[in-house]
């Protein structure tokens, strides 16, 4: 794409933000913002689209998940947890209570384990 072309687009995806953002701060419904402002109601969500689909390519590396194996092996679990340490959320679910995940890791003496517990209940 030549250069005239990228800047083309980048204006009309800032035009494009700038509506949603002015739809979203109305609080009115999208298809009574749409009619005031005379943007069409299939338009609108067509943009919305285009944004959502360019926002997740371009931080797909940062948004797809990553399923530590289960049972947890500890090295592996605190390289996930350290790469994902302050710059993007994880979600660790189960069904067990905090106290028994001790066991699940590995066991209270193994330094891993109180290192991966002390990062999942401190940094949160």
């Known amino acids: 794409m030549d250069k005239i072309a990228t800047v083309k687009n ?8 700038t ?3 002015d739809c979203r701060n109305s609080g009115l ?9 005379f943007v ?7 943009r919305l689209r ?7 390519e371009e931080h797909k590396e940062d948004l797809i998940p990553e399923i530590a194996p289960l049972p947890v092996v500890p090295q592996q679990a605190i390289e996930l947890i ?5 710059k993007s959320s ?10 028994g995940w001790y066991e699940r890791i590995g066991s209270e003496d193994n330094p891993l384990s109180d ?3 002390d990062r999942i209940k401190y940094d949160a």
């Open 10 to 17: 980048k204006v009309k995806y800032a035009e494009w933000i």
């Open 19 to 21: 509506m949603v953002e």
């Open 29 to 37: 419904p999208v298809r009574v913002w749409c009619k005031e402002n």
């Open 40 to 46: 069409g109601y299939k338009t609108y969500y067509y």
């Open 50 to 56: 285009k944004l959502r689909s360019m926002f997740i």
């Open 82 to 86: 350290h790469k994902r340490r302050k």
């Open 90 to 99: 994880t979600v660790f679910c189960s069904q067990f209570l905090d106290d």
């Open 115 to 117: 290192s991966i517990m």
